[in-house]
């Protein structure tokens, strides 16, 4: 089964749970940049993140999208911005055109409920078959060893699912 994990970090959260996730399917991984990054370290990254999330935008992305079409399973990764998915998701969505996958999403959060982002991230991806969905709490800062252990054991999970 090949599968590939595609996901957007902008403090490093997402980042965390991709690479292990990545790690325990054996897979590649793809890190979505933004073209015009946010400030990652300045209280404005609320107001330019939070601002493209409410308003839906597609940030144009650095980074070239590969051909998907051989891999089964794509694993999908997205901070919580203002209770959705992070506005590169929708530009990659509309790029790789991803079709007939099984598909499962992990979301990373400061707190607050990721359910609306995994719902959201569901009907962007609309057509592909949904095979699970994982949540954290900002695990690079807090309870991080466990946190890497539920990304292991959900990975797994995956794929038995399978
Ligand atoms: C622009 C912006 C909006 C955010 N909105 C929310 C939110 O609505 N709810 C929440 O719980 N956390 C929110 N957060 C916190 C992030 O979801 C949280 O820190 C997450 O773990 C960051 O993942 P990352 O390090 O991969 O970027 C927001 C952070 C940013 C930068």
């Given at each position: 089964m090949k599968s590939i994990v595609v996901y957007y970090s902008l403090e490093g959260n997402c980042k965390l749970i991709g690479n292990t996730v990545a790690e325990t399917l054996n897979s590649p991984i793809i890190e979505l940049k933004l073209r015009?990054?946010?400030?990652?370290?300045?209280?404005?990254k609320f107001i330019v993140g939070g601002r493209s999330a409410i308003k839906k935008t597609s940030p144009e992305l650095s980074n070239s999208i590969p051909d998907?079409?051989?891999?089964e399973l794509i694993v999908v990764g997205s901070p919580v911005w203002a209770g959705t998915f992070a506005p590169a998701l929708r530009t990659f969505a509309s790029k790789a055109r991803i079709e007939n996958k099984k598909i499962a999403f992990f979301a990373c959060s400061?707190?607050?409920?990721?359910q609306k982002c995994i719902s959201e991230m569901q009907f962007l991806f609309e057509g592909n078959d949904f095979i699970g969905d994982t949540s954290f709490v900002t695990p690079s800062l807090k309870d991080t060893e466990n946190c890497i252990h539920k990304a292991q054991k959900w990975a797994d999970s995956l794929i038995l699912s399978l």
């Open positions: 015009k990054p946010v400030p990652a370290k300045s209280p404005m998907l079409s051989d891999y400061g707190g607050g409920s990721t």
